[in-house]
């Protein structure tokens, strides 16, 4: 078994990525394993170096071991851009020109898991004006789902202890894999990595288990293998919400300047066991 766990260091860490940290570290150790930390700090204009450091030193207070260094995704760069010129070489993929004010004017779009569905605006361009407009204008690359899905067939994967799930990427719409400020998105990067780095089971919360259609799609499409997932159930704060970077009062930093002994809080936190006033919930 292999876990790993990716913060973005973003903000700092709060009780929800320590459940979802001691969970992953828990199940590697346990079934003899491996534990692996991945610093997901492709997003350059909101990353912090600060935060990384932060991140580290949270998951070590708490009595997180990891085996070998932390991957950076900052520093893979090279196999997402291998794996998007795969897609665009069998025409998977097309580019974007629409800018955030043209998707928020087709509000008119169904929505999925992840919004609105990009109404497909730039799908049908003809190569002419694609290839003159690269050179001119801001781009993304979308996915072609339908493509996509036409090339796959359906999916499935193993949620642990609730069995197989069909996938569903359709109701994504063209999800964006690459932009300009982003040279992957979540969805790439972390499918690529997660294969790469051999993990053969991905814990992580709930919020995420749309993504999983996404990913499914990627790894069937680079014929990756299919990791078994378990998407627990959230923490949620005082107001019944889920807990956001913004939530200071529940951050591992504030709770380790206030003396928690971070090692008793991860064995609380694997039996199910929260401070006061907090809950795990399923969305």
């Not at 760069?77 to 998707?103: E, H, S």
């Amino acid at each position: 078994m292999l876990t790993r766990f990716a913060p973005s260091p973003t903000g700092e860490l709060h009780l929800g990525h320590a459940y979802s940290a001691v969970l992953a570290h828990d199940a590697a150790r346990s079934a003899g394993g491996h534990f692996l930390i991945r610093i997901d700090d492709i997003d350059g204009s909101r990353s912090r170096e600060e935060f990384v450091g932060a991140s580290l030193a949270d998951l070590a207070w708490l009595g997180i071991g990891r085996d070998g260094d932390p991957v950076r995704q900052s520093a893979r760069l090279g196999p997402y851009a291998a794996a998007l010129d795969d897609l665009r070489a069998r025409g998977l993929v097309y580019p974007c020109f629409c800018t955030r004010a043209d998707i928020a004017a087709s509000l008119s779009a169904p929505h999925g898991p992840s919004g609105a569905i990009y109404p497909g605006t730039c799908r049908s361009l003809p190569d002419a004006e694609r290839q003159r407009r690269i050179v001119a204008e801001p781009h993304c690359w979308r996915l072609d789902m339908a493509r996509a899905v036409a090339e796959t067939g359906e999916l499935a994967w193993e949620e642990a202890e609730r069995g197989t799930r069909v996938a569903d990427p359709l109701a994504h719409g063209d999800i964006v894999l690459a932009r300009k400020d982003a040279p992957a998105s979540y969805h790439l990067a972390s499918t690529i990595d997660d294969a790469d780095m051999g993990v053969t089971h991905i814990i992580r919360g709930a919020d995420l288990i749309a993504s999983t259609d996404v990913h499914r799609l990627l790894q069937a499409l680079f014929d990756l293998p299919t990791p078994l997932y378990r998407h627990h159930a959230l923490v949620c704060g005082p107001d019944g919400k889920r807990l956001a970077k913004r939530d200071a009062a529940a951050s591992l930093g504030s709770l380790r300047a206030a003396g928690i002994d971070g090692a008793a809080l991860a064995a609380d936190l694997i039996a199910g066991r929260l401070p006061a006033g907090y809950s795990l919930q399923n969305p």
